[in-house]
T-cell receptor
Framework: GENVEQHPSTLSVQEGDSAVIKCTYS??????FPWYKQELGKGPQLIID?????GEKKDQRIAVTLNKTAKHFSLHITETQPEDSAVYFC????????????FGKGTMLLVSP | NAGVTQTPKFQVLKTGQSMTLQCAQD?????MSWYRQDPGMGLRLIHY???????DQGEVPNGYNVSRSTTEDFPLRLLSAAPSQTSVYFC????????????FGPGTRLTVL
């Protein structure tokens, strides 16, 4: 089955700095890669996703890049703010009729004012 | 639109007791799933359903039962709770084909003594 590795497990940055979280996946058939943000005591919430026919996608301060050849994808957050502090999860799926997601183990991002 | 709702929010059980975690969605999503979240382990898929009457096992199904009699509801049953089932449980739903975005509920924190 699919295996998703996520690094780093914790990331501390100063407000205004950029943050990068990286994931690798094992199943070359995976073609859908979402990123979720989880705040304390809440369920994960989708923040951005990318499909295999696209190399990069941006949404304001957030961007995701995908390298299918190397089987890795990354989340980039620019101009970080304290409210970006949360746990971030990457995931992968084949998305062929149903969406069984395999998640990475998460990255705790701490943004200091 | 309430989205995905879960009850209860918190539950304490004794070893050997049974209980049902409730999950409901009002978005007419065909796909529903249950995950458990443990520290440092990310989210692991327990069971999922691609429609009423259809369920299948995920990565960690042992000790859990599910059924899907309606599109809206997807309860998770623990027949004989064990301390290893202490975890936070999340239900999610999506509509494959239209979008693979999975919407998560707020979670149930379960402690088994």
């Amino acid at each position: 089955g699919e295996n998703v590795e996520q690094h780093p497990s914790t990331l501390s940055v100063q407000e205004g700095d950029s943050a990068v979280i990286k994931c690798t996946y094992s199943d070359s058939a995976s073609n859908y890669f979402p990123w979720y943000k989880q705040e304390l005591g809440k369920g994960p919430q989708l923040i951005i996703d990318i499909r295999s026919n696209v190399g990069e996608k941006k949404d304001q301060r957030i961007a995701v890049t995908l390298n299918k050849t190397a089987k890795h994808f990354s989340l980039h957050i620019t101009e970080t703010q304290p409210e970006d502090s949360a746990v971030y999860f990457c995931a992968a799926s084949k998305a062929a009729g149903y969406s069984t997601l395999t998640f990475g183990k998460g990255t705790m991002l701490l943004v200091s004012p | 639109n309430a989205g995905v709702t879960q009850t209860p929010k918190f539950q304490v059980l004794k070893t050997g007791q049974s209980m049902t975690l409730q999950c409901a969605q009002d978005m007419n999503h065909e796909y529903m799933s249950w995950y458990r979240q443990d520290p440092g382990m990310g989210l692991r898929l327990i069971h999922y359903s691609v429609g009423a009457g259809i369920t299948d096992q995920g990565e960690v199904p042992n000790g859990y039962n599910v059924s899907r009699s309606t599109t809206e509801d997807f309860p998770l049953r623990l027949l004989s709770a064990a301390p290893s089932q202490t975890s936070v449980y999340f239900c999610a739903s999506s509509r494959p084909g239209l979008t693979d975005t999975q919407y998560f509920g707020p979670g149930t924190r379960l402690t088994v003594l």
